[in-house]
């Protein structure tokens, strides 16, 4: 769940849900199903999104564990709401795992490519992250993120976003860990925000799941 606090003095809600399910051997399905509270208006879903994720590389190396993630996004969200675009979204990420000794490090970059006239949201919008997550002492870990926007074009065009992220992580089980943290903003329309979550692996619960 994160909380928003816009410059102007308005707040957001969101809550994002993923649920994640191996189906094949190094093949992951992805679905997303965020609910979301924009500024002035009553909480509701947002848009739903799924992908498959496919870990093409799994040894160490330049790129590390190296994944390709397409996805589809649908507009199931209310655009006069502000909870969806009103348009169909393609989307690819591509993702890269490495292990820095006691350090995980992803590096993400995605673009994805939008329906309508851009009046919306943006016809093609990119991303980046790297992130780190880090044991600290026993259960307690961390986690330090850097993410980026480019600036996009068009009638809902917006300038570069660029912002960071941390907090600290708890694995309350092998199969549950609880993560808090803020969100600042580096430059650009980024909001400053809170955030709490969870991760729980129901790995063992689901047959035949080999995807990660």
């Given at each position: 769940?994160e909380f928003?606090r816009?410059?102007?003095r ?7 849900t ?7 051997h190094?093949l992951?399905l992805t679905v997303?199903l965020p609910?979301v509270?924009?500024?002035g208006?009553a909480f509701?879903?947002?848009d739903f ?8 590389v799994d ?7 190296f994944?390709?993630?397409p996805?589809i ?5 209310s655009s006069t709401?502000?909870?969806?675009t009103?348009t ?5 990420l591509?993702?890269s795992s490495h ?12 673009i994805?490519r939008?329906s309508?006239?851009?009046?919306e ?7 980046w992250?790297a992130s780190?997550g880090?044991p600290?002492k026993g259960?307690?870990?961390g986690v330090?993120?850097?993410f980026g926007y480019p600036?996009?074009?068009g009638?809902a065009?917006?300038p ?5 992220l ?6 309350a ?5 609880f993560?808090?943290g ?5 430059t ?5 925000a809170v ?7 129901a790995g063992p ?5 080999g995807?990660?």
């Amino acid at each position: 769940m994160e909380f928003d606090r816009f410059r102007d003095r308005t707040h957001a809600l969101s809550v994002p849900t993923v649920l994640k399910f191996g189906v094949a051997h190094r093949l992951q399905l992805t679905v997303n199903l965020p609910f979301v509270a924009p500024a002035g208006t009553a909480f509701g879903s947002g848009d739903f999104a799924a992908g498959l994720k496919w870990r093409v590389v799994d040894r160490k190396g330049a790129v590390g564990r190296f994944a390709i993630l397409p996805s589809i996004k649908i507009p199931s969200g209310s655009s006069t709401a502000g909870r969806g675009t009103g348009t169909t979204d393609a989307s690819i990420l591509l993702v890269s795992s490495h292990a820095l000794g006691p350090v995980a490090m992803d590096l993400n970059a995605g673009i994805t490519r939008r329906s309508g006239d851009g009046t919306e949201a943006p016809r093609t919008a990119t991303v980046w992250t790297a992130s780190f997550g880090y044991p600290v002492k026993g259960r307690l870990g961390g986690v330090g993120e850097i993410f980026g926007y480019p600036g996009t074009s068009g009638p809902a065009g917006s300038p570069q976003i660029v912002a960071l992220l941390g907090g600290p992580t708890w694995q309350a089980r092998e199969w549950l860990v609880f993560d808090a943290g803020v969100i600042v903003p580096v430059t650009g329309p980024q909001p400053r925000a809170v955030y709490v979550g969870l991760t729980w692996n129901a790995g063992p619960y689901w047959p035949g799941g080999g995807g990660d």
